[in-house]
């Protein structure tokens, strides 16, 4: 099978990359750019620990083919932090104890990430609804929406909403 070229944004940089065309975006991230926050936990697009941010939609990499990427803006785990600070988000995650294992949880604040990008300031119900795709066998969910929350009430003050 011959290789293709893809050519896409990763973390704010232009990259060009020969794949196979049926390999999926999470092995080529992880083994070809050492992105390996994603995870393969089910491969079938159901436990969110592959999810990734594609032109600004959350989606679960391990059902997206690597060629699928071309022109494509891709954020992944390790490009939330600039190095020194870490972004709001996995700051939240940790002050609210939003995590254990850690299995889950790049997929899941990408997840959350992708939702207030969307929605700066969502309710406690859309906060669960947007996460309902990302699977966590330790924490039950309670501190991961506390956490998710605790951004969006940032929001709201910085928005000026109450």
């Known amino acids: 099978m011959s290789k293709?070229?893809?050519s896409f944004i990763l973390n704010g940089e232009?990259?060009?990359?020969?794949?196979?065309?049926?390999?999926?975006?999470l092995k080529m991230l992880r083994e070809d750019f050492d992105m390996t926050g994603a995870?393969?936990?089910?491969?079938a697009g159901e436990c969110g620990a592959c999810t990734v941010i594609m032109n600004g939609q959350a989606v679960n990499a391990c059902l997206?083919?690597?060629?699928?990427?071309?022109?494509s803006?891709?954020?992944?785990?390790?490009?939330?932090?600039?190095?020194?600070?870490?972004?709001?988000?996995q700051q939240a995650f940790i002050d609210n104890a939003a995590l254990q294992c850690g299995y889950c949880t790049p997929g899941m604040i990408m997840t959350a990430k992708a939702l207030l990008d969307e929605n700066p300031t969502p309710?406690?119900?859309?906060?669960?609804?947007?996460?309902?795709?990302?699977?966590?066998?330790?924490?039950?969910?309670?501190?991961?929406?506390?956490?998710?929350?605790?951004?969006?009430?940032?929001?709201?003050v910085g928005h000026g909403n109450d």
């Open 4 to 6: 293709l070229t893809v």
């Open 14 to 25: 232009e990259v060009e990359h020969e794949t196979l065309p049926n390999r999926t975006l």
């Open 39 to 43: 995870k393969e936990g089910c491969g």
């Open 64 to 71: 997206v083919l690597a060629p699928e990427a071309e022109g």
């Open 73 to 89: 803006i891709i954020e992944t785990i390790e490009g939330l932090s600039d190095g020194t600070h870490l972004d709001p988000l």
């Open 123 to 156: 309710t406690y119900e859309e906060i669960k609804e947007g996460i309902s795709g990302n699977l966590c066998r330790c924490t039950g969910y309670k501190k991961i929406v506390q956490a998710i929350q605790s951004v969006a009430d940032q929001n709201r």
